[in-house]
């Protein structure tokens, strides 16, 4: 039988963070150059949280911060026996429609060159490479792959 994906907003961000974090631990979380607290902290009113469940289960998450016509899309996860479910392109489907609601022109995020899986899953959902950020990250001094997507 079909699964069932839920995606939907979670405003309470206390309950977002606890959610994210179950998630990373159960996965191979790649590092940012952000911690997860400094989305409770500081300018927080920008970020938004997407989660996903399947059959009542958490599934995935997106963070993205919002300021005038952009979105940072932050991190999206996916837990790993969930991948291929199409669970993370219904995410950007709900991204997608708070951008247009919003007035969002662009959207914009950061992936390690390495990443093939990731850079695969956003060209297919619309994502073209814009810029390159040399030795960008923390830990391992990768470069980073500027992504964008144009809304219409
Ligand atoms: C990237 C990620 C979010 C994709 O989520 P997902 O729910 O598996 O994605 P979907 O099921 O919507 O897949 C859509 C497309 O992504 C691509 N994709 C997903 N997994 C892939 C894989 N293992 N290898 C190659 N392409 C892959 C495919 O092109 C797929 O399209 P197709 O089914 O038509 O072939 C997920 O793999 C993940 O959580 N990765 C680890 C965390 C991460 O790297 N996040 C990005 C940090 S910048």
Do not use: P
């Not at 994210?20 to 150059?33: F, H, P, R, V, W």
């Amino acid at each position: 039988m079909e699964k069932k994906i839920d995606v939907f907003f979670e405003q309470d961000k206390a309950i977002a963070i606890s959610v994210i974090s179950i998630l990373q631990k159960g996965n191979e979380c790649l590092a940012t150059n952000y911690t997860l607290d400094s989305y409770l902290n500081g300018d927080n009113n920008f970020v938004k949280f997407i989660i996903a469940k399947i059959d009542e289960k958490y599934a995935g998450y997106i963070i993205f911060k919002n300021v005038d016509e952009t979105i940072d899309l932050e991190y999206i996860l996916v837990d790993e026996k969930y991948r291929n479910m199409l669970v993370g392109s219904k995410m950007i489907e709900k991204m997608l429609e708070y951008a247009v609601q919003n007035n969002v022109k662009n959207i914009m995020l950061e992936v390690r060159r390495s990443n093939k899986k990731a850079i695969c899953f956003y060209e297919k959902n619309g994502f073209q490479m814009v810029n390159i950020r040399k030795n960008y990250y923390n830990d391992t001094h990768e470069d980073a792959l500027i992504y964008n997507l144009q809304v219409k």
